[in-house]
T-cell receptor, first 115, second 113 residues
Framework: SAVISQKPSRDICQRGTSLTIQCQVDSQVTMMFWYRQQPGQSLTLIATANQGSEATYESGFVIDKFPISRPNLTFSTLTVSNMSPEDSSIYLC????????????FGAGTRLSVL | GENVEQHPSTLSVQEGDSAVIKCTYSDSASNYFPWYKQELGKGPQLIIDIRSNVGEKKDQRIAVTLNKTAKHFSLHITETQPEDSAVYFCAAWRDNYGQNFVFGPGTRLSVLP
């Protein structure tokens, strides 16, 4: 398995501001993913972040709103830009562990509230 | 694309009883099916998974069964304990089709002492 650390664990932000969420893994991984989980809902994939290439965004999510960086094989950031109350959610980082195919492990998440 | 349904949405059982959660999927090419447990305030934790070449997998009190013909898979928890109370998510994934899981809507399990 992989140990995933997300920062911050929670934040309260003002409308119109931006927040950058960090995801650190204790081992090198090829695939990193960012999910959104709205209150009481399931998980929705925002984008896939591979080191050395641009992130691939899912339908309904755009780079201007959710820019992602992946500078190396153990770290990624997700920025939630120009926030509105509708962005209040849990944002989760997950990793696909190389060598075992498709298994994904999740971080504890960042609980974001936008006022 | 893939669609995953999950039932029931909520489930209450007495401690010591069994709990069963069922998921159905639409893409017959999906071949990996994990189950995640999410406790309040935490991220999803992988508890068991099954691949399409296997019909059943068991790990202590937890088991998963897969029926490829009917395109459904189920999570079975026996001898439930209060610490099993959580939201459970199933997911489906298709090999060599990107790395995108499709998650079910979740089941909130409450184990009553």
């Amino acid at each position: 398995s992989a140990v995933i650390s997300q920062k911050p664990s929670r934040d309260i932000c003002q409308r119109g501001t931006s927040l950058t969420i960090q995801c650190q893994v204790d081992s090198q991984v090829t695939m990193m993913f960012w999910y959104r989980q709205q209150p009481g809902q399931s998980l929705t994939l925002i984008a896939t972040a591979n080191q050395g290439s641009e992130a691939t965004y899912e339908s309904g999510f755009v780079i201007d709103k959710f820019p992602i960086s992946r500078p190396n094989l153990t770290f990624s950031t997700l920025t939630v830009s120009n926030m509105s109350p509708e962005d209040s959610s849990i944002y989760l980082c997950s990793v696909g562990v190389a060598g075992v195919g498709d298994i994904q492990y999740f971080g504890a998440g960042t609980r974001l509230s936008v006022l | 694309g893939e669609n995953v349904e999950q039932h029931p949405s909520t489930l209450s059982v007495q401690e010591g009883d069994s709990a069963v959660i069922k998921c159905t999927y639409s893409d017959s090419a999906s071949n990996y099916f994990p189950w995640y447990k999410q406790e309040l305030g935490k991220g999803p934790q992988l508890i068991i998974d099954i691949r399409s070449n296997v019909g059943e997998k068991k790990d202590q009190r937890i088991a998963v069964t897969l029926n490829k013909t009917a395109k459904h898979f189920s999570l079975h928890i026996t001898e439930t304990q209060p610490e099993d109370s959580a939201v459970y998510f199933c997911a489906a994934w298709r090999d060599n089709y990107g790395q995108n899981f499709v998650f079910g809507p979740g089941t909130r399990l409450s184990v009553l002492p």
